[in-house]
């Protein structure tokens, strides 16, 4: 997460109301807005995965077990996130990160922002980037046909011997 898209006003003012709002005592309430998006049961628009099956089995695990759904972002998570999304943004603090990175990218991502993700990856000395097309937010919770291709670059990208995978 680099930047986050579809925000209603520039990330730097947000990032400032965020800032404010965390001094003020508020970190611990939910960002305003629509809070749909984390507790929405419907499948349909939904921006975390193109997966049904996964989508509603997840449903199915946060009604049996409603304490385990993290919920909407608080204030000051997003305080938090905007204050390490501002340390990326610096030309100079990319390159000096010298362990090799590989950056997974949602094709489809509505949350956050594509473009910063590509701009950072071109800024590391050791990173490289492979966008997944079709992929919503969390990838890992995608069909198998784009599980499969992050695995693919997982393992091609880490040193060391694959683990065998069985039916």
Not at 105 to 118: C, F, H, L, P, T
Request: hydrophobic share 45%; net charge neutral; with cysteine.
């Amino acid at each position: 997460m680099v930047e986050l898209a579809g925000l209603p006003l520039p990330q730097d003012v947000c990032a400032g109301f965020a800032t404010a709002l965390s001094w003020a005592g508020l970190g611990k309430q939910a960002v305003p807005g629509d809070q749909s998006v984390w507790t929405s049961d419907v499948f349909e628009g939904n921006p975390l995965t193109s997966d049904r099956e996964r989508f509603y089995r997840n449903v199915e695990v946060l009604n049996a077990a409603p304490g385990l759904a993290a919920g909407p972002p608080t204030i000051g998570w997003l305080h938090a996130a905007f204050d390490a999304m501002s340390r990326l943004e610096g030309e100079k603090y990319a390159p000096k990160i010298r362990v090799p990175s590989l950056l997974v990218v949602a094709g489809d991502d509505k949350i956050v922002s594509n473009k910063a993700i590509e701009a950072l990856s071109s800024r590391l000395r050791a990173g490289t980037q492979i966008v997944l097309r079709g992929a919503r937010h969390e990838i890992l919770q995608e069909r198998d046909s784009i599980r499969e291709q992050f695995w693919a670059a997982f393992d091609a990208f880490a040193p060391g011997v694959a683990i065998r995978k069985t039916a």
